[in-house]
């Protein structure tokens, strides 16, 4: 099915039939897995051709390789974007995309909350190229705006944002960057294309860790940015002379697992949220963190700009981090690991994972309660998921 027949398909049909329609070789219906790490021409000119881009085709596979391209071709659909481009890692992606458009004397904006790695690109690697970079609070919409208008070449997103679910309005934040002339780029990885679509709502590149749901097993790293081809072109130059590539053999285990996207996430969607209103009202449990619940500070505007929660949901225990690990020690059926995105359950303390190199001040700070658990619900029955959680409250 070409890509002009998978337009207004839904989401559940793109995951599985996107990029992957064309009879391969030998007719096989399953996306060959093409290890070779060059491509050979049985004359010089149409080997010229290729390399000069006037003919389809691929010449080496850090530059480009058949699965590869599928699994590219399968996220853009999602996107709904002209183009998309792939990378070894989600940080590859990010930093990739990022000093494909950075230079010296450029001004970032940003969140306080973006994904560990990438904090840590804008605070340790960016400034070293002379790239200044102002980094907002996170749901502080007035203060971003505000900095925007300062002057600024880019600004970057991420909602909802870890480990709290800070849930920033998408639409306002990439309109006051447009009126500035700043490029806006959305890292996409918690709430996934089944869940919200950055590009729909103007923003020029949306990114993906594929290692989270689009792969969805924990078995298989990978990136991906999806947005105009003029600037996915840039993307992609960068990426083939840098390096990052995605193997072939790992862009199969993401089209693997991304067939079944949709239906992982609205599992996960529906398993957060019972999750969530489940420890909401357990007497052991001091707050709960999720966009789903009214409680939530982003409630409203993630009811807006999502068609779903998402998988990921925090919480605090009464008591201090002695509870905590009373609590984890004894659940039997999640990874005590980091990472979101699986089949099954992951769960981990902030103070432990993403943020253990933060020190108690700058935790409070980001509103990180010293008793916070982030939980990255899989696709299990959730009412074994509730009773293994209650059972281990109560050894607390
Ligand atoms: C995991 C993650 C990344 C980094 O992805 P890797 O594949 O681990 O490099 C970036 N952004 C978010 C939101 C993530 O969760």
Not at 1 to 24: C, H, I, P
Not at 82 to 99: D, K, P, Q, W
Not at 168 to 183: C, P, T, W, Y
Not at 310 to 324: A, H, P, R, Y
């Amino acid at each position: 099915m070409k890509d002009k027949e998978m337009q207004g398909k839904k989401q559940g049909t793109k995951a599985v039939w996107g990029g992957q329609s064309d009879l391969f070789y030998q007719g096989a219906t399953q996306v060959p897995v093409v290890n070779s790490v060059t491509f050979g021409y049985d004359n010089v000119d149409d080997w010229f051709d290729v390399a000069i881009g006037k003919k389809e085709g691929h010449i080496y596979s850090r530059n480009t390789n058949p699965t590869v391209a599928v699994f590219e071709e399968k996220v853009r659909v999602l996107e709904n974007a002209e183009a998309a481009t792939s990378f070894s890692t989600g940080m590859a992606a990010i930093s990739n995309t990022l000093y494909t458009f950075l230079s010296k004397g450029d001004r970032v904006v940003s969140i306080n909350d973006t994904y560990g790695g990438t904090s840590i690109v804008f605070l340790e690697f960016l400034p070293k190229y002379g790239i200044e970079v102002s980094l907002c609070d996170t749901e502080d919409h007035d203060e971003i705006e505000a900095e925007l208008k300062k002057g600024c070449k880019l600004l970057y997103l991420e909602t909802p944002t870890n480990p709290t679910m800070k849930i920033l309005d998408l639409k306002r934040l990439i309109q006051a960057a447009h009126q500035v002339g700043a490029m806006v780029v959305v890292d996409n990885t918690f709430a996934t294309p089944i869940n919200q679509s950055p590009l729909a709502l103007g923003a020029d590149l949306v990114l993906h860790s594929a290692t989270k749901y689009l792969g969805g097993h924990s078995d298989a790293m990978g990136g991906v940015v999806c947005g105009r081809k003029e600037l996915i072109d840039q993307v992609f130059h960068y990426r083939e002379i840098n390096g990052a590539s995605l193997h072939a053999n790992t862009a199969y285990m993401l089209l693997r697992g991304i067939q079944t996207l949709e239906l992982r996430v609205l599992r996960q969607n529906e398993n957060a949220m019972k999750l969530a209103e489940h420890l909401e009202k357990h007497p052991k449990i001091e707050q709960v963190f999720y966009p789903g619940l009214e409680s939530h500070s982003g409630h409203k505007i993630a009811s807006e700009q999502m068609t779903g929660f998402g998988g990921v949901l925090s919480f605090s225990v009464k008591g201090d981090f002695k509870e905590v690990k009373v609590f984890l020690n004894h659940l039997e059926l999640a990874h005590l690991a980091a990472s979101l995105g699986s089949v099954s359950t992951l769960i981990g303390p902030p103070k432990v994972t993403s943020h253990v190199e933060a020190t108690e001040e700058e935790r409070k700070q980001l509103g990180i309660p010293e008793t916070l658990i982030r939980c990255a619900v899989g696709i299990e029955n959730i009412e074994d998921i509730i009773a293994d959680f209650d059972q281990a409250l109560s050894k607390i």
